[in-house]
């Protein structure tokens, strides 16, 4: 059922659940990802490195290195690894024996740093660019805050489908930095807009075309007493559901069509990603640091992994 403002009607999100922290002394951990074999994956941006995690232990060993910087991981159906280079813009993958090699060069379809990305079971794809140099505008000004700051405008960036085979295509123009990304169970495409500070939903053709192009949640008024969310990683929670990480108040909300939070957790700093290990019930997985200003996030090992268990929504 929703309301006549088009939001789920959903109960008053119960107070949150607080996290414990897992593993320490990471640099700037993104992309928490579930892989093939049960392990939880995360690129270390500053460490350069993609790590592989025993969610039992919690113990963690280098599984790739990637000097241009990784950002986001997925899979191909066959059980290869996919990682998003962000400084040299490549779309690398990494084959049975360990090596890296060029899956597809992002440079010709993305403007500042290849970021964020999502492979659907197809195999295809979907990578978020920064839309401008975000890394040399902080080399000038190191103080700058130029997504989570107050008067935080960045130029709009697009969003870039990879085929299998590695061919390119820009899918979406005019994103107010595409950050997370996730399909929900009915194939619907959702982006997160940090700066837009909400949810948008395509529609995805068999082609791998988007359309519809529409606001799946607003999140302006979703954060704690009614603050916003700027929203970077995203993870599907279950049903139609969207775990969003808020790092402006420290923390992921789970949020449904419309903007309205029905699920909370708490983190010990700020959250610049969230994902979702299959447990019962699910263990959110949130990335956290104390900044995510890559002067100070390179230099430190503030990087942690906070984790918390939350049972399924209700209905």
């Known amino acids: 059922m929703t309301t006549p403002s088009g939001r789920e009607a959903v109960p008053p999100a119960p107070a949150p659940v607080t996290a414990d922290t897992v593993l320490d002394g990471l640099h700037f951990a993104e992309s ?29 060993e280098r599984w790739a290195e990637v000097p ?53 079971p197809l195999g295809r794809a979907w990578v978020g660019d920064f839309g401008f140099d975000f890394y040399g505008l902080l080399e000038r000004n190191p103080d700058a805050d130029p997504l989570f700051g107050p008067d935080a405008d960045p130029p709009a960036a697009r969003l870039t489908r990879v085929d299998p085979d590695g ?46 192009r529409q606001v799946w949640a607003d999140l302006s008024s979703a954060g704690l007493r009614g603050g916003r969310i700027l929203p970077d990683g995203i993870a599907r929670a279950d049903g139609d559901r969207v775990w969003v990480s808020d790092p402006t108040a420290g923390g992921a909300s789970r949020v449904v069509r419309g903007g309205a939070v029905d699920a909370r957790v708490r983190t010990s700093q700020p959250c610049f990603a969230v994902g979702v290990l299959p447990t019962r019930p699910a263990t959110v997985v949130c990335c956290t640091a104390a900044t995510s200003n890559p002067t100070t996030a390179a230099a430190r090992r503030t990087g942690r992994i906070e984790t918390a268990h939350v049972p399924e929504a209700a209905g």
């Open 32 to 60: 928490p990802s579930a892989g093939p074999d049960g392990a939880l994956y995360v690129s270390d941006f500053y460490d350069h490195a993609v790590l592989r995690i025993d969610p039992r232990t919690w113990r963690a």
């Open 68 to 120: 241009g910087q990784p950002s986001g991981l997925g899979w191909l159906p066959d059980g290869r690894l996919l990682v998003v280079s962000m400084r040299d813009r490549r779309l690398l993958r990494r084959e049975a024996d360990g090596t890296l090699v060029t899956h597809a060069d992002l440079a010709a379809a993305t403007a500042g740093a290849a970021n964020d990305m999502y492979v659907d």
């Open 167 to 212: 061919t390119v295509a820009t899918v979406a123009h005019g994103l107010r930095f595409p950050n997370g990304t996730t399909v929900l169970p009915d194939g619907t495409l959702v982006v997160a807009e940090t700066v837009g500070g909400c949810l948008t939903a395509f529609t995805v053709t068999e082609d791998g075309e988007l359309t519809g």
